[in-house]
């Protein structure tokens, strides 16, 4: 069907509401974001989802909650001790700006959070997505959602033949959303969407027999379901490898770790010193440049100590890790990133990314092995 002829009959849409909420009451999974009418505690959920598995959310949600019970908590929580709560969920723009717009709540909405969508969208870290999850859920304000859950729906049962990640597709999948949206309940229309794409629609092999729409999908009656959506061609994922140095004391007790920027990506985490490998240069060589770079350091890289691969949302990097002593300087925050010397057993104060985490609990397990050490 192409952009243009998307419009339902008042017939279909009477049959895809009733059929979806049908559905959802009956097959929705158990989730602790969904025992609350709390905005605040809907909000949390819906940025700790983006970009994030459920089981996952699941596990971390609660911990915050209980650290954060209400947006003034989180207003008046320090950023670190937010990252810290955060650490291991990715993406950490989210957090900072999730603490930021906590306190924007705080300070212009006593508290509140704001139920228009002008207002809303005006937080930091809440775009279109968020803000119509967030007003339909907790308010139950007529804006429906359009992730990838809901656009891989759409465009298999109403067949749409552009590619869905177009402007002008996501447009038109956004306007059929708000079209099929049941008014008297919008946030369990855009939640039983969702949940349709999580467990029946799913990107490969779709479980059409158990799927309430299979009677209304275009796409299964012409047995094209895997057609859809239509996508351009996806592109190579880049790799890096990344030189790190893990520059120790003399006496072997501590070592150098720094802040990350506050913009751009992992922005506020900690990590150790490092960086990319340049054209023509040995990893040693690209460990010593980056520790020189970052800290204003001659460091004598001394042996490999691990080697480990790390996925991201657009690349990859395998990160090569040496245990380094100084030669000759003293630390200084050449980049503006702050630095601090601590102790193997002070690391889990600080919030790390993921691949930080994975040389740390090496770190930690080699301990016990005193010989590497020595
Ligand atoms: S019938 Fe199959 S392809 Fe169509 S919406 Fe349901 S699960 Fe997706």
Known sequence: MSLDALSPTDRQRDAFRTRLLDWYDQHKRSMPWRDTDDPYRIWVSEIMLQQTRVDTVRDYYPHFLEAFPTVEALAAADRDTVLKYWEGLGFYARARHLHEAAQTVVDEHDGTVPDTMDAIKELKGIGPYTAAAVLSIAYQKPHAVL???VTRVLSRAFAVEEDATSTAAQNALRTLANDLLAPDQPGDFNQALMELGALACT???PLCDRCPLQEVCQAHAAGT???YPITPESTPVPHHDI?????FT????RLLIQRRPDDGLL???WEFPGGKQEDGESMEAACAREVKEELGIDVAVEEPFYTLSHAYSHFKITLHAFRCRIDEGTP???EGQPF???GLDELDDYAFPRANRRLIEELERRQTEPSLFD
């Open 147 to 149: 992730d990838g859950n």
């Open 203 to 205: 990107p490969s092999t």
């Open 225 to 227: 379901e895997e057609d």
């Open 243 to 247: 030189a790190v140095g893990l520059v």
């Open 250 to 253: 003399d006496d072997g007790d």
């Open 267 to 269: 922005g506020g985490l």
């Open 332 to 334: 200084e925050a050449r």
């Open 340 to 342: 601090q010397w601590v």
